[in-house]
């Protein structure tokens, strides 16, 4: 589950960094600016989702131990 989780959040950050090639600063709110912050949102989500799963599946190994 840990190489599972990790290649998730490599594909996250990945879309973090196309994303971030979609931005054009004089427009940031209007077409593929928007779609790109949306974009960046959605995935640093992702990334903080699958963290907190990870820190999660911890806790729970080391209580079982």
Known sequence: MKIFT???IVCAFA???F???LL???N???GDSLVGLIGITASICAVLI??????SKAIQDK???
């Open 50 to 55: 699958l963290l907190i799963f990870r820190m």
């Open 15 to 17: 879309l973090i960094i």
């Open 28 to 30: 940031i709110f209007k």
């Open 19 to 21: 994303n971030i090639t």
């Open 24 to 26: 054009d600063f004089n």
């Open 63 to 65: 209580t079982q131990n």
């Open 6 to 8: 990790t290649i998730l």
